[in-house]
T-cell receptor, first 118, second 115 residues
C-alpha cells in the first residue's frame, strides 16, 4: 500500500470547516483513499473513502486531486466532538494483486491530531 | 444494527501468561482482521481471517495466533505475554475478503495491560 503524509496536528474553531490534507504521491491507479478517525482510546471510526471522484456523505467530503497524489478531508462545520486523530490510508482495490497481499490490511500512519476549539 | 463487539473491554495479565480476546463481526460480515495499537502509535495489522482461513499476517511473532469460527466470530490468542504486548487490541470486520472498496468497521477494542 502507498504511504501517506499528513500534518502532525491542526486546530480549528468550532463551527468552521476543518480541512485535513493528505499526500499520497505514490498512489497506484487501483488504490482507494480511506479516512478514519479515532477519538481517545476508542476504535477507529470510518468516515469516507474514494477512488477518483470527490465523495460526500453525512459526515464529511473527500476531495481528491485530478492526479490523485493528494486529497483533503473536509468537515464542513466542526464541533468539539470532532476532536480526534484523523488517519488517511490508501488501500489496494483489486483482488488481482499477487504476492500474498492481505486485502484486509489497513496501514495506519501517525495521523493528524485535530483539535476543535470553542 | 449491532456493530463489531469485542470482549473483554479491559484485561490485566502478568508476564508469561496467555490471553484470549474475542470478536464478533457485524452480522453478515465474513472477514475479521486484528490490529494492535500501542500508546501513541497507529494500529498495526496482525491477522486477517476470511471464511475461517488465515488470509494475511502482519509482522508479529508466533506467540500471536488467531482463529475464526463457523459463525465468523474470531479469537486472538497471545502466549508468553511480554510487557510490550500491553496495547489496545482492535478487531475489524468487512463483508468479504475485500479490496479497496470494501469498508472495514472497527470494534471498541480490548485494553490489555501486562504487568
Amino acid at each position: 500500500d502507498a504511504k501517506t503524509t499528513q500534518p502532525t496536528s491542526m486546530d480549528c474553531a468550532e463551527g468552521r470547516a476543518a480541512n485535513l490534507p493528505c499526500n499520497h504521491s505514490t498512489i497506484s491507479g487501483n488504490e482507494y483513499v480511506y479516512w478514519y478517525r479515532q477519538i481517545h482510546s476508542q476504535g477507529p471510526q470510518y468516515i469516507i473513502h474514494g477512488l477518483k471522484n470527490n465523495e460526500t456523505n453525512e459526515m464529511a467530503s473527500l476531495i481528491i486531486t485530478e492526479d490523485r497524489k493528494s486529497s483533503t478531508l473536509i468537515l464542513p462545520h466542526a464541533t468539539l466532538r470532532d476532536t480526534a486523530v484523523y488517519y488517511c490510508i490508501v488501500r489496494v482495490a483489486s483482488l488481482t494483486n499477487a504476492g500474498g497481499t492481505s486485502y484486509g490490511k489497513l496501514t495506519f500512519g501517525q495521523g493528524t491530531i485535530l483539535t476543535v476549539h470553542p | 444494527d449491532a456493530g463489531v463487539t469485542q470482549s473483554p473491554t479491559h484485561l490485566i495479565k502478568t508476564r508469561g501468561q496467555q490471553v484470549t480476546l474475542r470478536c464478533s463481526p457485524i452480522s453478515g460480515h465474513k472477514s475479521v482482521s486484528w490490529y494492535q495499537q500501542v500508546l501513541g502509535q497507529g494500529p498495526q495489522f496482525i491477522f486477517q481471517y476470511y471464511e475461517k482461513e488465515e488470509r494475511g499476517r502482519g509482522n508479529f511473532p508466533d506467540r500471536f495466533s488467531a482463529r475464526q469460527f463457523p459463525n465468523y466470530s474470531s479469537e486472538l490468542n497471545v502466549n508468553a505475554l511480554l510487557l510490550g504486548d500491553s496495547a489496545l487490541y482492535l478487531c475489524a470486520s468487512s463483508l468479504g475478503l475485500g479490496g479497496g472498496g470494501e469498508t472495514q468497521y472497527f470494534g471498541p477494542g480490548t485494553r490489555l495491560l501486562v504487568l
